[in-house]
């Protein structure tokens, strides 16, 4: 019987094979490609739910690559932290590949090959980044998805090539710095193995003078997957690639790509430099206030966009404030509940939820109408009323009204502020809220509000017949719109047969943050 030790390696693997089966099985019928995609993926999830269990009820998993002993060979490991991840990255992936059968279909007919060809790719690369123990191997996986990211954006061809090219050039800057940054960590370690260096790098700065090579290192990384993550500033290459990418690659891009790059941060920051060497350093202190910044910079830009897709980018740049808010008040909080990364990690999976649900939305619009502009959508609600009704839920949650996602997402940062006492970060949080409300209650105001007056829709004051989109895109919607209600409920009602808070608090007990931080 296939041991459980061995899913992290065959997650890549079967990933891998799949992208080359799509290939070939694509030029005898290129139908197949959904549904190999499809498997693969649900496979994948399968795994990872299972890897998951395991690290929770038994313990972490350690695999060597072709045997070979760590530090000489990679090694992948899998706790709960990556597990966590591995599952939310997956669970989008699938959404997303069953979303895409009717809109790839429909957007880009002459590409359904390539498209799944490139898209398990990125699949695969995101999987690598999250399994890997090796950090020169995460590079190299950040690497894959970011190729396969550029290309996709690309695939609209038009105006998404110049999309994809700024997205290159920031993402190649992005990774010199982090490839500068693992050579550095190299050249005083000689290791590349994570818990090699981790164990490795303390007798550089335990006297308490930092070896310059080290802190170098550190800020190296952390510029350059802020710009894989898009924090401000350094976000300019986000709001085009968003808007012009394919629907379900703006989802995947917003939903899970800009978060795996949090997650190499969180993984180098605690697994690699370790706790004690954060402490040294107030890298958090600069990271939480440039968070803040970014939380009220996105919401403002959000609202002075037309187009519904760039307003939800500017949206997402606002949201990676949130979690990147949270993790910067990481090492400050030591409440069982929001403590550590807590509230870091709760939101990185309410707002995949919420941002995938909502630029699913937007390509639906222009499935089936081209309807790219907020002002075009007047009295959709009416002709299209599940796809506005799972915007509405989305919208809801990204406001805050509970009992969505983004109200407990929204509570326990306050939580986590009130804790560690800078009140300035709990106003950043209330404005933010006001302006959500502001920009989201004007897309909702449109589709349901604006009825019969004169537009592009004004028939829509008399009856009109309901005119949705196919099935196959309606239910991945829906079930993201729901599971922004019900995710909520279970974190709110600290439901224990979730495993939610046991894996919360696996990844603090891990690092030694939140109650588990030692005085």
Not at 304 to 326: D, P, T
Not at 348 to 377: P, Q, R, S
Request: net charge neutral; proline share 4%; hydrophobic share 55%.
């Amino acid at each position: 019987m296939l041991s459980v030790d061995h899913f992290p390696v065959l997650i890549i693997a079967i990933s891998l094979v799949s992208s080359f089966t799509i290939l070939v099985a694509g030029w005898w019928n290129k139908k197949a490609c959904w549904f190999i995609s499809l498997g693969t993926i649900f496979v994948q999830l399968i795994m990872a739910i299972t890897i998951l269990n395991h690290v929770l009820n038994v313990g972490l998993i350690s695999y060597w690559l072709g045997g070979w002993m760590p530090p000489w060979g990679i090694e992948y490991v899998m706790d709960a932290l990556n597990g966590y991840i591995l599952v939310v990255l997956l669970f989008l992936a699938l959404v997303c590949v069953v979303y895409s059968k009717r809109n790839i279909e429909h957007e880009l007919p002459g590409k359904i090959v390539p498209y799944y060809v490139v898209y398990q790719l990125l699949v695969t690369g995101l999987c690598g980044v999250t399994v890997t123990g090796d950090i020169f191997n995460l590079y190299v996986f950040v690497e894959i998805f970011s190729l396969a990211a550029y290309a996709l954006i690309a695939s609209r061809g038009g105006v998404s090539l110049k999309a994809s090219f700024v997205y290159l050039v920031m993402g190649s800057i992005g990774a010199c710095f982090v490839l500068i940054g693992i050579g550095m960590i190299y050249s005083v370690t000689g290791s590349l193995n994570m818990h090699d260096i981790s164990i490795l790098l303390p007798p550089l700065y335990e006297t308490g003078a930092i070896n310059r090579a080290v802190f170098a290192a550190y800020a190296l990384i952390v510029v350059g997957l802020s710009i894989k993550m898009a924090l401000f500033p350094l976000h300019t290459w986000l709001p085009d690639a968003h808007s012009f990418a394919p629907a379900e690659i703006s989802a995947m891009l917003s939903g899970i790509i800009i978060e795996v790059s949090t997650y190499a941060l969180i993984r180098i920051s605690f697994s690699v430099f370790t706790v004690d060497f954060l402490r040294l350093v107030p890298v958090f202190d600069v990271i939480a206030w440039i968070a803040a910044i970014a939380i009220i910079y996105g919401s403002v830009l959000a609202i002075a966009q037309i187009n519904l897709k760039r307003m939800l980018a500017y949206s997402s740049i606002s949201q990676m404030g949130y979690i990147m808010l949270a993790f910067g008040l990481s090492l400050s909080t030591r409440a069982t509940l929001w403590g550590g990364l807590t509230p870091a990690l709760m939101h990185i999976l309410n707002h995949a939820l919420m941002k995938g649900c909502l630029f699913m939305v937007a390509g639906a619009f222009i499935y089936k109408a081209e309807l790219w502009n907020i002002t075009d959508l007047r009295g959709l609600g009416r002709k299209m009323p599940y796809t506005c009704a799972a915007f509405s839920l989305a919208a809801i949650s990204m406001i805050g009204v509970p009992p969505s996602v983004g109200f407990v997402s929204k509570v326990y940062l306050i939580f986590a502020i009130v804790e560690q006492g800078n009140f300035i970060f709990m106003a950043v949080v209330l404005l933010s809220t006001l302006l959500n409300l502001v920009y989201f209650w004007r897309v909702i105001e449109m589709l349901y509000m604006r009825v019969g007056e004169k537009g592009p829709h004004a028939e829509y004051a008399e009856k009109v017949e309901r005119d949705e989109i196919p099935l196959l895109m309606l239910i991945p919607i829906l079930t993201l719109g729901i599971l922004c209600v019900v995710i909520g409920i279970i974190w709110l009602t600290e439901i224990p047969i979730t495993g939610a808070y046991p894996i919360m608090d696996s990844v603090n007990k891990l690092f030694g943050i939140g109650r588990f931080t030692v005085p």
